[in-house]
């Protein structure tokens, strides 16, 4: 079992940054791919970055690259999302979520665990 708790979102105006992070509870967390997810009002939940649990890959959503960075502290057990140039379109909850020797998929399905999701709001 693994708990994921979010940290870091808020008020930021455009063009401003955020560092979120996801702290995870559990012995095991190197061998999960962790990702980012986040979910706006009315739309449903999408893609942001991932990184692998073993080689460190990255990958991001199109609308994120060169702006996001995700990384990852195994001996913290937790995963970061910086953010950068925000964008009033990337308001939403932002989730992390974790898959047990996964690469990094875009897709929800696969992740075995959720956080509670940290709102992060982006003013014009």
């Known amino acids: 079992q693994v708990q994921l708790v979010e940290s870091g979102g808020g008020l930021v105006q455009a063009g401003g940054s955020l560092r979120l992070s996801c702290a995870a509870s559990g012995r095991t967390f190197s061998s999960y791919a962790m990702g980012w997810f986040r979910q706006a009002p009315g739309k449903e939940r999408e893609f942001v970055a991932a990184i692998s649990w073993r080689s460190g890959s990255t990958y991001y959503a199109d609308s994120v690259k060169g702006r996001f960075t995700i990384s990852r502290d195994n001996a913290k057990n937790t995963v970061y999302l910086q953010m950068n140039s925000l964008k009033p379109e990337d308001t939403a909850v932002y989730y992390c979520?974790?898959?047990?020797?996964?690469?990094?998929?875009?897709?929800?399905?696969?992740?075995?665990?959720w956080g509670q999701g940290t709102q992060v709001t982006v003013s014009s």
């Open positions: 979520a974790a898959e047990e020797r996964g690469w990094g998929t875009r897709y929800l399905s696969p992740y075995d665990y």
